[in-house]
């Protein structure tokens, strides 16, 4: 036994010791293993993922960006991908084969008109006032309609504006872009594809009708209800 074998603790393996220095243990795994992480968080999870909440979950040393990156070319072209939902990446469905999934997925939700047109000034305006959204409108937004669409997960509170009474902006959320299939806001359809699509009124068009009317209460009741676009 050396002198260094005198100072270890007693009862240590001087091998057992030594193999717990040897800084190989701590290398981050291989990039394969790291893309096998990812599958299986991504798999597992209801919620899309950040790369930062995939880091954190990661031995030390691991790239969640490029484990990610190999995972999305390993799934390309087949019945599920891996796509970016705002800031985060989830495993979806691929679009071309997602009819074979409609009567699991698909969810009946009606919306009110109001619910609709305020939601849509939101996701084409955002950030948005709901002063902004009842100038756009032409009517007065009504407390339950804000609330609903936030129940639904679909819109947030932002930022407050720096104006005189710092008024709550609200913008769309990850899982309003998860469920309309949406990488981002800016991948929203424009006002051709609307029209070409039967999904906007041309009577009735939410910040371009000049002619909408300008005061009003919006109805609490109103029973014209609307499937989603």
């Known amino acids: 036994m050396t002198d260094q074998d005198d100072d270890l603790p007693e009862g240590a393996d001087p091998e057992e010791m030594g193999a717990l220095e040897d800084p190989g243990l701590f290398d981050a795994p291989p990039l394969a293993e790291q893309e096998r992480m990812v599958e299986a968080m991504l798999f597992a999870t209801s919620e899309p993922l950040t790369l930062r909440e995939m880091g954190t979950r990661m031995p030390q040393g691991c790239d969640p960006g490029t484990a990610v990156a190999m995972l999305q070319n390993h799934y390309r072209g087949r019945g599920v ?47 948005a006032t ?19 669409l936030l129940d639904l997960d679909w819109i947030r509170v932002g930022r407050r504006r720096e104006t005189p009474g710092r008024p709550v902006t609200f913008v769309v959320t990850e899982a309003f872009l998860d469920h309309f299939s949406l990488s981002s806001a800016k991948d929203l359809p424009g006002l051709g594809e609307l029209r070409a699509a039967g999904l906007l009124d041309p009577r ?10 300008g005061d009003g209460e919006e109805d609490e009741g109103d029973e014209d209800q609307e499937e989603m676009f």
């Open 130 to 148: 709901r002063a902004e959204i009842e100038e756009i409108r032409g009517v007065a937004v009504s407390k339950g309609t804000i609330d609903l």
């Open 81 to 127: 991908n891996v796509v970016q939902v705002g800031g985060a990446w989830a495993i979806r469905t691929a679009p071309d084969v997602s009819f074979l999934m409609q009567k699991e997925v698909v969810e009946s939700r009606k919306l009110s008109r109001a619910a609709i047109e305020t939601l849509a000034i939101i996701a084409y305006h955002q950030p």
């Open 204 to 213: 009735r068009m939410p910040g371009l009708d000049e002619d909408a009317p």
